[in-house]
Nanobody
Framework: HVQLVESGGGSVQAGGSLRLSCAASGYTYNRNCMAWFRQAPGKEREGVAAIYSDGGGTYYADSVKGRFTITRDNAKSTLYLQMDNLKPEDTGIYYC?????????WGQGTQVTVS
């Protein structure tokens, strides 16, 4: 049973920082991609950042490049998203997901509000 549990969301003023965490359990494939998605009110869910287990290659959406950093601690089975210089348009529910070709496993989400 795969379980992903996000934490670290909250409310912050523009220019502030937050660090999201996603604790994963039950996923037994060593080769995987872990990612962060977000969904703003009234908008479709979008990919924010991803990191691969093979060499740790990363992907960032253009809107967060230079402000967000995705990392993973394989020993702790935990995914992180350091978010700096937050903007009001970063507001939304942030989800972590794990998979390879697609993402069959998702967390419940954590709310990020930037005012």
């Amino acid at each position: 049973h795969v379980q992903l549990v996000e934490s670290g969301g909250g409310s912050v003023q523009a220019g502030g920082s937050l660090r999201l965490s996603c604790a994963a359990s039950g996923y037994t494939y060593n080769r995987n991609c872990m990612a962060w998605f977000r969904q703003a009110p009234g908008k479709e869910r979008e990919g924010v950042a991803a990191i691969y287990s093979d060499g740790g290659g990363t992907y960032y959406a253009d809107s967060v490049k230079g402000r967000f950093t995705i990392t993973r601690d394989n020993a702790k089975s935990t995914l992180y998203l350091q978010m700096d210089n937050l903007k009001p348009e970063d507001t939304g529910i942030y989800y972590c997901a794990v998979g390879w070709i697609d993402f069959p496993y998702w967390g419940q989400g954590t709310q990020v509000t930037v005012s």
